[in-house]
């Protein structure tokens, strides 16, 4: 497969626990992020998303948590699968700036069985 | 609904030549976006457009361009290729609108080498 980055932080966790993905962000003026997860060979997909007037949102087994005060994004997956073994991309952008996503380098996840 | 698609899938250019890569959006989507990949600088925009008219560039030469039709579908062409230009090209498509976001929806890529 092709390889999306060589020297990313890694994350191992055991199949059945929460895994707790972080994501510092960097501009102040960002009002919109995003989470996707890559897997070898295909493109980014989204997972879940949050505007800054929330603080959390969830979805199916994910949870996304932001904190504007420290400008800090996480992401949570529950009861982690072997399936969800990839590489997952915080994401941010501006509203009424167009679709101009600015992303973090990613952190890779390992599920061990 | 059929998802992003990207052709060609691998592409093998030389030094000094131009490529086109081409995308069609998720159907209903007026806007794509296109972004470079790779192993040292991440995931990085290129440019958006939205009913074909570019709306965003980011920062790369103007060896990179692109354009988008009528019917969504969008090509980005890179002129006198690099050894660096070799990435991952991504393209994405969103139902946003222009005053507000929605999430982006990746199609597979075109792996580029340039040798």
């Known amino acids: 497969g092709e390889s999306v980055g060589l020297h990313l932080p890694t994350l191992s966790v055991q199949e059945g626990d929460n895994s707790i993905i972080n994501c510092a962000y960097s501009n102040s003026a960002s009002d919109y992020f995003i989470w996707y997860k890559q897997e070898s060979g295909k493109g980014p997909q989204f997972i879940i998303d949050?505007?800054?007037?929330?603080d959390k949102r969830q979805g199916q087994r994910v949870t996304v948590l932001l904190n504007k005060t420290v400008k800090h994004l996480s992401l949570q997956i529950a009861a982690t699968q072997p399936g969800d073994s990839a590489v997952y991309f915080c994401a941010e952008n501006v509203i009424n700036a167009g679709n101009m996503l600015t992303f973090g380098g990613g952190t890779r996840l390992m599920v061990k069985p | 609904k059929a998802g992003v698609t990207q052709t060609p899938r691998y592409l093998i250019k030389t030094r000094g030549q131009q490529v086109t890569l081409s995308c069609s959006p998720i159907?209903?989507?007026?806007?794509v976006s296109w972004y470079q990949q790779t192993p040292g600088q991440g995931l990085q925009f290129l440019f958006e457009?939205?009913?074909?008219?570019?709306?965003n560039k980011g920062n790369f030469p103007g060896r990179f361009s692109g354009r988008q039709f009528s019917n969504s579908r969008s090509e980005m062409n890179v002129s006198t290729l690099e050894l660096g230009d070799s990435a991952l090209y991504l393209c994405?498509?969103?139902?946003?609108?222009?005053?507000?976001?929605?999430?982006?929806?990746f199609g597979n890529g075109t792996r580029l080498t340039v040798t």
């Open positions: 949050i505007r800054s007037n929330m």
């Open positions: 457009y939205f009913s074909e008219t570019q709306r």
């Open positions: 159907s209903g989507h007026r806007s």
């Open positions: 994405a498509s969103s139902g946003a609108g222009q005053l507000y976001n929605s999430p982006l929806h």
